[in-house]
T-cell receptor, first 113, second 114 residues
Framework: DQQVKQNSPSLSVQEGRISILNCDYT??????FLWYKKYPAEGPTFLISISSIKDKNEDGRFTVFLNKSAKHLSLHIVPSQPGDSAVYFC????????????FGQGTRLTINP | DTEVTQTPKHLVMGMTNKKSLKCEQHMGHRAMYWYKQKAKKPPELMFVYSYEKLSINESVPSRFSPECPNSSLLNLHLHALQPEDSALYLC?????????????FGPGTRLTVT
């Protein structure tokens, strides 16, 4: 039972354009969501998070949008840069067991020059 | 200091060996985590220590034994592993003072069991 899903295994975007990565979840108890970026042979790097009391959180080039009714979140990267090429994981947690992050399968983002 | 360090970076061990993975953080974080990640898969939680006490064990086989000697250190003792245990083992830490906070990951130990 995959509670957090990233349906696009890969995404290719031109440098300078917007990258949009999507994530869906099924567990309505999830109320805290995070995005991580992972380069090969490195650990995941925290990017941005959002609580379910908000529908948008912004940090520099990164914005996360949360649509609770659709159980959907997205990460927007504007403008995309070559260094953004990596695998992106979304993760979620619920109040009970808040330390347990449930990760999606990841989306490999490639930024083309 | 905003990083989590892990040693060794790579480890090759036989099925009868005993080895340990080490993790250290100096961010004052009070929760520390072990994850296992197989190729092309997301990280899977193994253990969580909160305030140096084991708070979550995700039904991990006893051949993996965690230890938290103090608030900055986390070990994972390995014994009688199987080839299918080969994976990237990630350590993470978080502040754990508001109950909902981001986890910071180390670079991982690439483990190969022969």
């Amino acid at each position: 039972d995959q509670q957090v899903k990233q349906n696009s295994p890969s995404l290719s975007v031109q440098e300078g354009r917007i990258s949009i990565l999507n994530c869906d979840y099924t567990n309505s108890m999830f109320d805290y969501f995070l995005w991580y970026k992972k380069y090969p042979a490195e650990g995941p790097t925290f990017l941005i998070s959002i609580s379910s009391i908000k529908d948008k959180n912004e940090d520099g080039r990164f914005t996360v949008f949360l649509n609770k009714s659709a159980k959907h979140l997205s990460l927007h990267i504007v403008p995309s840069q070559p260094g953004d090429s990596a695998v992106y994981f979304c993760a979620a947690s619920a109040p009970a067991g808040a330390q347990k992050l449930v990760f999606g399968q990841g989306t490999r983002l490639t930024i083309n020059p | 200091d905003t990083e989590v360090t892990q040693t060794p970076k790579h480890l090759v061990m036989g099925m009868t060996n005993k080895k340990s993975l080490k993790c250290e953080q100096h961010m004052g974080h009070r929760a520390m985590y072990w994850y296992k990640q197989k190729a092309k898969k997301p990280p899977e939680l193994m253990f969580v220590y909160s305030y140096e006490k084991l708070s979550i064990n995700e039904s991990v086989p006893s051949r993996f034994s965690p230890e938290c000697p103090n608030s900055s250190l986390l070990n994972l003792h390995l014994h009688a592993l199987q080839p299918e245990d080969s994976a990237l083992y990630l350590c993470a830490s978080s502040l754990w003072d508001r109950g909902r906070d981001e986890q910071y990951f180390g670079p991982g130990t690439r483990l190969t069991v022969t």
